[in-house]
């Protein structure tokens, strides 16, 4: 059974297009190695410029695999370098009942 996830990653100082672009590249990875579903990725943008991602793991051992795997581990490791990880509690947005965000093209 697929899993959902939102991740929520904010640019370091003059990292948002590098952020984007890793963004962009980790999806095709995660679609070209078949670790998520068939479903559409969304990427979004909180106020403060935060980015989004919700995606659909395939299954749990999709995910252990991408852990495991040296290509997925490589690109993680450049989100390292262009944006620190944050719950999203932490966004002004997920305090709302209705938490919007903008759209984007990634």
Same mark, same amino acid.
């Given at each position: 059974?697929?899993?959902?996830? !939102?991740?929520?990653?904010?640019?370091?100082?003059?990292?948002?297009?590098?952020?984007?672009?890793? !963004? &962009?590249?980790? #999806?095709?990875?995660?679609?070209?190695? %078949?670790?998520?579903?068939?479903?559409?990725?969304? @990427?979004?943008?909180?106020?403060?410029?935060?980015?989004? %991602? !919700?995606? %659909? #793991?395939?299954?749990?051992?999709?995910?252990? @695999?991408?852990?495991?795997?040296?290509?997925?581990?490589?690109? #993680?490791?450049?989100?390292?370098?262009?944006? &620190?990880?944050? /719950?999203?509690?932490?966004?002004?947005?997920?305090?709302? /009942?209705?938490? %919007?965000?903008?759209?984007?093209?990634?």
């Amino acid at each position: 059974m697929g899993r959902f996830v !939102i991740t929520s990653f904010r640019p370091k100082p003059g990292q948002q297009q590098a952020l984007l672009a890793v !963004i &962009d590249r980790h #999806w095709r990875l995660l679609q070209a190695e %078949e670790l998520v579903t068939e479903r559409p990725r969304y @990427a979004m943008q909180a106020a403060d410029g935060t980015v989004l %991602e !919700i995606f %659909e #793991w395939r299954s749990a051992q999709a995910v252990a @695999a991408a852990h495991q795997h040296p290509l997925v581990q490589a690109l #993680w490791a450049e989100f390292d370098s262009v944006c &620190d990880y944050l /719950p999203l509690a932490a966004l002004a947005e997920a305090q709302q /009942p209705f938490a %919007e965000f903008t759209p984007l093209d990634s």
